[in-house]
């Protein structure tokens, strides 16, 4: 049987994927979106997909359903969704279980690309880790052929694996790029340019690629110099919540050298 | 006249910037350490250089002594140092002022390089960015000859503008770098890969290359997704003081979004 998919969503992961499995062959017959002029969106981008704002997919030439919404969204979409029978229904999500999709239909997958993605930046997706799960070996099978068309990094993982990672992601990921942030804050009201951190920051990752990130560690908390740490304190003092955050972060990196 | 350098230090700053020098035909007179073995180490890679554990420096053949010591060092070091007549010292600290040399000698400059070294991996010195500053035009032209030597980004800035640099790089790199260590602690713990996360983790810092990060951030913080929140926060209830730290740099991202 043809793979045909279609994708309930139209955020950032959704855009990415359905892109990027058309490339690989895959048609893609809906993209559902509640506010349709998303589903266009990225209809235009596509070559066959219709857009919807409709969750009744019982008539649908589909057979794979790609989940990609907030979590904040599962339990009403998956209230009013509607599938073909035999339909495999897959989320994307890495810190919702497998379990959630249990009650809507029988053949029921993960498929998390651990990745950080925005509509305006593409990706390489063939170095993409795919966190897989899947509730029969039959739909695993499916699902690992359309992960290994679109990269060489497959992971089969519990649930309870992918959250542990989610977690993890969240930190070495999102809590990093707010660091970014505030540094990138504090350059800027001072009219310095970020620009000169870029090399820096490349070390950084660098390192963190040849030896342990806890050996790479350097600066004023590591070397315990309580006088740059308190010069760097006074200098926060009236920005917003930076100063809080310079304490704890200093006080870990001290902490953890003792673990 | 001759440049012929003498290093005051021998850790990491000081195990690279001595080695560069050198590599740009620069001789190398004398390291110190107060621990003598430390300099011997260094010497070791060095054709001329000889290690000493004396301040003493009045019968040196060198013209420019390089201070790459901890901050907490300064005051004792620059109490006993003896120089040559006319000698320049240079620093090379993110967070001390020029004027931190300024009763030892009469011709004084910074020379900071923006970036994390360590003993044990070769960085690019082509890409580093070099702080410069002077008490002098004269000076800042000698020291500026020197960098241009090794680097091709000189930036001539203010002990203000450094110190400013100084806290944005402990948030860009230190701190995060922290939240790498703490990502591989949870998947460590949870008997998975830190090998995982990295294509994620050269994304995010590829993604602040081209957009702000502020405009790159992800995550649940920033969609405000209380439920998986709700999910880390739980997750993390015994880890050391990571449920904190989740939770104050949560609130911060969600801040950010109204400034």
Known sequence: MR?????????????????????????????????????????????????????????????????????AAFEEVLKQIKLPNDAILIHTSGSQPLGILEKTTSQIAVFYPLQTFSKTKKVDFSQIPFCLEANSEKTLNIISDLA????????????????????????????????????????????????????????????????????????????????TIKKHLDFLENEKNYKEIYQLITNSIKNSEHS
Chains 1, 2 share one sequence.
């Not at 596509?46 to 030439?61: G, I, M, R, V, W």
């Not at 290994?148 to 930190?171: D, G, M, N, P």
């Not at 970014?180 to 690629?209: M, S, Y």
């Open 148 to 227: 290994k068309s679109l990269s060489t990094k497959i992971y089969h993982l519990t649930s309870e694996q992918r959250a542990t990672i989610h977690v993890a992601a969240v930190f070495a990921c999102n809590f990093s790029n707010h660091f970014l942030t505030i540094a990138d804050d504090i350059l800027t009201k001072n009219k310095l340019d970020f620009e000169i951190l870029k090399p820096l920051l490349r070390e950084t990752l660098e390192k963190a690629f040849v030896i342990p990130p806890k050996e790479a560690q350097t600066g004023p908390a590591k070397r315990g110099d309580k006088n």
């Open 3 to 71: 793979t045909i998919i279609s994708i309930i969503g139209a955020g950032n992961v959704a855009w990415n994927l359905a892109q990027n499995l058309e490339k690989k062959a895959y048609p893609i017959a809906e993209i559902y979106s509640r506010n349709i002029a998303n589903a266009n969106l990225l209809c235009q981008k596509l070559l066959t997909a219709k857009a919807t704002d409709k969750l009744d997919f019982s008539e649908s030439e589909a057979n794979i359903f790609i989940l990609s919404i907030a979590d």
